[in-house]
């Protein structure tokens, strides 16, 4: 599973609140991915980093922010939440063997966000 | 952008029957095609590759094709066992660099006994 987990695991919130999702792995790998899984929509690319302080959007980026200022950690923020951000939310890393990226994806076990 | 369609949203057999799913794309032919297995409440899980200048790959039970052509890709699983339920989603990736895969709203497999 590459070491990856993602925290927490399941939260309520309400609208309007700010709401941080933690992906943390244990390997190193520089790549980094945040998506939303929807009924209906499959998984979609919020954001995605490919080191430390470099990140950039993917297709839904609208209404998150992300950091990463260690390797290890990729945080998911959504600064004033809506009930449209209700979701599951994976985390996934790349593994790369130097320059190259195995072009592989692992995936955290999901944090489901619901948003009142 | 990229569109994919995967065949059907659930897709039925009986045990010791070959399963075959289908991954269609629009627009341009895409680097490396993958499948991924997802059970439900956990993250999809990665089986297979298979870049554009392959025709087929194989591993155990599971064989991909790539057909640039059609712009499809067909995976097989033979043998089917009803552990193989579960929803198989298809990616596509433009070798960005980057890694980033487009994906299929994928098709769940049910394996009757």
């Known amino acids: 599973d590459a070491g990856i987990t993602q925290s927490p695991r399941h939260k309520v919130t309400e609208t309007g609140t700010p709401v941080t999702l933690r992906c943390h792995q244990t390997?190193?790998?520089?790549?980094m991915y945040w998506y939303r899984q929807d009924p209906g929509h499959g998984l979609r690319l919020i954001h995605y980093?490919?080191?430390?302080?470099?990140?950039d959007k993917g297709e839904v980026s609208d209404g998150y922010s992300v950091s990463r200022s260690k390797t290890e950690d990729f945080l998911l923020t959504l600064e004033s939440a809506t009930s449209s951000q209700t979701s599951v939310y994976f985390c996934?890393?790349?593994?790369?063997?130097?320059?190259?990226?195995?072009?592989?994806?692992?995936f955290g076990p999901g944090t489901r966000l619901t948003v009142l | 952008s990229q569109k994919i369609e995967q065949n059907s949203e659930a897709l039925n057999i009986q045990e010791g029957k070959t399963a075959t799913l289908t991954c269609n794309y629009t627009?341009?032919?895409?680097?490396?095609l993958q499948w991924y297995r997802q059970d439900p409440g956990r993250g999809p899980v990665f089986l297979l590759l298979?870049?554009?200048?392959?025709k087929e790959k194989r591993k155990e039970r599971l064989k991909v094709t790539f057909d640039t052509t059609l712009k499809q890709s067909l995976f097989h699983i033979t043998a089917s066992q009803p552990a193989d339920s579960a929803t198989y989603l298809c990616?596509?990736?433009?070798?960005?660099?980057?890694?980033?895969?487009?994906f299929g709203d994928g098709t769940t497999l049910t394996v009757k006994p």
């Open positions: 996934a890393i790349n593994k790369e063997q130097g320059a190259n990226l195995y072009n592989e994806q692992f």
């Open positions: 390997e190193n790998h520089r790549y």
């Open positions: 980093s490919y080191g430390v302080k470099d990140t």
């Open positions: 627009n341009y032919s895409p680097a490396y």
């Open positions: 298979i870049r554009e200048n392959e």
């Open positions: 990616a596509l990736d433009h070798n960005t660099n980057a890694g980033k895969s487009t």
